[in-house]
């Protein structure tokens, strides 16, 4: 507890000294002796630096604080008067002064009137813009480190954006979109200097004709430039090198340029650093975008049979990623026309990971226990390209015909030295994705309130893998005296799809929502699964080979109507699915036409202008895929095995979901609760047959099973002492049946509970801090119960000692609460000292990550079946010297 209770001390020592302000109060008043509201009330230091801003109340009055001491200027400002600038001097702290402003009305010419205002946050419609200088607090680098910073918008340690409890759809600059839903790769390399203001568009629609139309509830993110940099050339480079660390470096570049007709923005990055600088590759090449117009195949993919386990503990990117990775992305925007925008996207990345792990599992059901020990050292090489073109042509002002076509080849090489009891084995993996996909849509807002869109997609991908071990450990399933063993698998998607969608809205606000189609995919698997010794085929052994087409033809239409009735919204949707599925195995053929109807209500309610209720109930049918229905037994694992039910199924659940909130968006005091109810009247399960050197897994269809969520959390902005407060608590509830080892049907029930705060501060002085703590709670009871409580508690400082000179300063502290005491706790800590040669021009940095050199990380988990301690190789101490020039 050393350590921590270091930081500790130092976090309540400057926490108690921001009690020591001075506090200036007045009132901003018209000549006519009259209140001004919403007036601008600016304190600035000598440098015209803005240290403290506010606004007047109902009444004209006002109220700030400061810490700080020497000669400032008070401005007061409103719309229609001129502004009025007061100098004072603050040579003690706790003072108290009461300054009050009375302002003259402006008379302008209105040939001539150009009004510019610089509110750290302004409303204009569904639009909340927040001016990025307002909110800089001296040690941002690239537009992440801004965006952490705004009030209401959160960023997880992957760098996904959500407001609320919401993902962003995209980030934008000046108004054109690159990434869609990958835009980390814009958000954690930008660099924020060029960012003038940062728009969260509410109410979002990704199609423009839908516009005012559409029901959306979905927001998005528009970064507006300066217009310094604006149609010109600029970017930065950051050359980073190991000091006192052996090999380390760390290098990226990017080069942008955004004007009116063309927008350019180019990046490239190598490091060994354990940085992602693309975030998650997968939400760029496949954007997901749950039932809105023009949508049709987001959701089909393909899923690969295996991986080798390269699961990592839940820990910053950067601690347990020993990478060696290098990537380039070029993408532009071509406005050819006033008609005509054409986007190409182009990435490449390669990546070299090593993976090292140790655990121990302690199985026990019924009767049969053992214990099973893995000693894994791995290693994976991946190649990623991804190209992508977007077409969009506006026929006219409301018709608009869209092209996108991609096409993504990613080749992964695994290999690994398992250690599995003391045998030794080798596996090696190869495995790669062929992805070509090609969308079009047509919208026409024939009228003013109705729209038609027509999409079509084709879509074609594969997934195949050669998987090998140089051990044979299933001495107890097979008779052969092999030595290896050796699969190869495919799985191949051909996915054709149509949608017409009609939207027409009333003058009373109703909504009437109609769309039909037809969605045809096919799947091919193909699995071969062998025993060898040294080279030689000894057998392909029955009942582990598949040879499969499973063709399914959708036939649909769904009509929704929403009525609008005062503060209330009702609408209710019927969706009826006429299903053609074709199973081809081995040469026998199966089929089935089943026809189903998807029901769903829901009702909205507005209280008040700060409280809002959703709900909605729904009866949901689902066919099975792929993997639910092959008929031999597949290798998922070097020990396990895995195999679906051989027939056709269409499984039954319902579910309600109630969601209140509190506040808006930029609101001092904001609240949500989510609550989701799902029951499954039959449910995909499972029958196990576990020993100590095989798992295998065959699929059973079980009666009801429950899962309840509940998710809440607030976030109050306390202006008097400029801290931003978050609280979070979560619950999953889920019971469901399974067998195992020919045991009768048993009942499994799993809980888990988190509930956690955070604290921001918005100071603009010396020192900020951002505080936080999380306490997870997991439990699985079967006929006994286990569970365990962990927690990670953080403490960041950032120290602002001159405009030049600043440090940042991350502790984290990990709990373990069923772990030995010597190994259930885990202490980090990263530094990093910058010191501004030319400010936007040069800068020098030290930084050191992990400097307790912490070097093995082990954390604990429960199943209903096992219990197993992990122990990760982490990402050993360095010392970088960094060097940051921007052009």
Same mark, same amino acid.
Request: charged share 25%; proline share 2%; no cysteine.
């Given at each position: ?57 109902? *009444? ?55 009004? &510019? ?266 190649? *990623? ?193 006429? !299903? ?64 679906? !039910? ?29 609550? !989701? ?30 899962? !309840? ?122 530094? &990093? ?55």
């Amino acid at each position: 507890m050393g350590r921590i209770n270091y930081f500790l001390a130092l976090f309540l020592i400057f926490n108690f000294s921001i009690y020591s302000q001075t506090k200036i109060l007045g009132q901003v008043r018209s000549e006519l002796n009259e209140g001004i509201i919403s007036s601008s009330v600016l304190l600035k230091d000598g440098n015209n630096k803005i240290i403290f801003y506010t606004f007047t109340g109902n *009444t004209g009055k006002y109220s700030l604080t400061t810490d700080k001491l020497g000669s400032f200027v008070l401005t007061a400002s409103a719309v229609g008067f001129e502004p009025k600038t007061i100098e004072i001097i603050i040579e003690k702290i706790n003072e108290l002064k009461t300054i009050d402003f009375i302002l003259s009305p402006k008379v302008i010419a209105l040939k001539e009137v150009i009004l &510019e205002t610089k509110r750290p946050i302004t409303f204009k419609n569904d639009t909340i813009i927040f001016n990025a200088d307002s909110f800089k607090q001296g040690n941002e680098q690239t537009v992440e480190d801004l965006l952490k910073k705004i009030p209401g918008i959160n960023i997880d340690a992957n760098g996904t954006i959500k407001i609320g409890n919401q993902e962003v759809e995209k980030v934008m600059i000046d108004g054109d979109d690159m990434f869609e839903k990958g835009y980390k790769i814009l958000t954690k390399n930008m660099p924020v200097n060029p960012i003038e203001n940062v728009e969260l568009l509410q109410n979002y629609s990704n199609n423009k004709h839908l516009k005012g139309i559409e029901n959306s509830n979905k927001v998005a993110l528009n970064l507006t430039l300066k217009e310094d940099y604006k149609r010109a050339w600029f970017g930065n480079t950051t050359l980073a090198y190991g000091f006192l660390s052996e090999n380390r470096y760390d290098i990226k570049a990017s080069l942008m340029n955004f004007g009116k007709k063309y927008k350019y923005y180019f990046l490239t990055n190598l490091n060994n650093v354990g940085y992602d600088a693309t975030g998650d590759i997968n939400h760029l090449i496949r954007p997901y975008r749950f039932d809105e117009p023009g949508s049709i195949g987001d959701n089909q993919s393909v899923r690969t049979l295996l991986g080798l386990g390269y699961d990592t503990p839940n820990l910053k990117q950067r601690r347990v990623n020993l990478n060696n990775a290098e990537m380039l992305s070029l993408n532009s925007i071509f406005t050819l026309s006033d008609k005509i925008k054409f986007k190409t996207l182009g990435f490449l990345n390669t990546d070299e990971v090593d993976f090292f792990r140790k655990s121990l599992q302690s199985f026990s059901v019924g009767n049969t226990s053992f214990r099973n020990t893995e000693d894994f050292v791995g290693r994976k090489i991946q190649l *990623t390209g991804f190209g992508k073109v977007d077409l969009n042509y506006d026929i006219s002002k409301t018709k608009t015909f869209e092209y996108s076509g991609k096409f993504n080849k990613t080749n992964d090489k695994s290999r690994s030295n398992l250690s599995f009891n003391n045998d030794l084995l080798n596996e090696r993996l190869n495995a790669n994705n062929q992805l070509f996909d090609q969308k079009v849509v047509f919208t026409n807002r024939f009228e003013n309130n109705k729209v038609f869109l027509i999409s079509g997609r084709y879509i074609n991908e594969k997934t195949p893998q050669s998987y090998s071990v140089n051990q044979f450990i299933f001495n107890e399933l097979f008779i052969e005296n092999a030595n290896n063993t050796k699969q190869f698998s495919e799985n191949k998607m051909q996915f054709a799809g149509v949608e017409v969608h009609l939207l027409d809205k009333k003058k009373n606000g109703d909504l009437l929502e109609i769309k039909m189609g037809n969605q045809l995919r096919i799947d091919d698997l193909n699995t071969r699964f062998e025993l060898l010794e040294n080279e030689i085929n000894l057998a392909f052994p029955n009942g582990y080979q598949n040879n499969l087409t499973y063709a399914s033809n959708d036939l649909y239409v769904s009509a929704k109507y929403r009525f609008k009735l005062k503060n209330f919204t009702l609408f209710t949707q019927s969706d009826f699915h006429q !299903l053609f599925n074709e199973l081809k195995n081995f040469q026998a053929k199966v089929s089935q036409n089943p026809f189903f109807v998807v029901p769903k209500i829901g009702l909205d309610w507005k209280i008040s202008q700060k409280n809002k209720m959703t709900s909605s109930y729904s009866y949901n049918t689902t066919n099975s895929g792929i993997l639910d229905v092959y008929s031999g037994f597949v290798q998922t694992g070097f020990r396990s095995f895995s195999k679906g !039910l051989e027939e056709f199924n269409q499984l039954n659940a319902s579910s309600a979901v109630l969601n209140y909130t509190y506040g808006n968006w930029g609101d001092k005091f904001f609240a949500n609760t989510f609550i !989701l109810y799902s029951k499954n009247n039959d449910f995909f399960s499972s029958s196990s047959l576990i020993a100590q050197n095989f798992s295998q897994t065959e699929k059973i269809i079980v009666k009801d099973r429950e899962f !309840l969520s509940v998710s809440s959390e607030l976030d109050y902005y306390v202006k008097k002492v400029k801290n931003n407060f978050k609280a979070k608590f979560g619950l999953s509830e889920i019971n469901f049946k399974n067998i195992v080892n020919n045991s009768e049907l048993r009942e499994v029930k799993n809980l888990n509970v988190d509930y956690g705060f955070e604290v921001r501060s918005g100071f603009k002085g010396f020192f900020n801090y951002h505080i936080g703590s999380k306490w997870t709670y997991n439990q699985v009871k079967t006929s006994v119960q286990n569970g365990f409580t962990n927690n990670m508690t953080f403490l960041d400082f950032s120290f602002m000692i001159n405009n030049k000179f600043n440090i940042q300063a991350q502790t984290e502290r990990y709990f373990f609460g069923d772990l030995d005491n010597k190994k259930s706790q885990y202490y980090f800590l990263d530094v &990093e000292a910058r010191y501004v040669v030319k400010e936007n021009k040069l800068t020098f940095m030290l930084s050191g990550n992990n400097l307790f050199n912490t070097e093995t990380f082990r954390n604990y988990n429960i199943s209903d079946i096992s219990i197993s301690q992990t122990e990760y190789k982490l990402m050993p101490r360095y010392v970088l010297l960094k060097m940051e020039y921007r052009f």
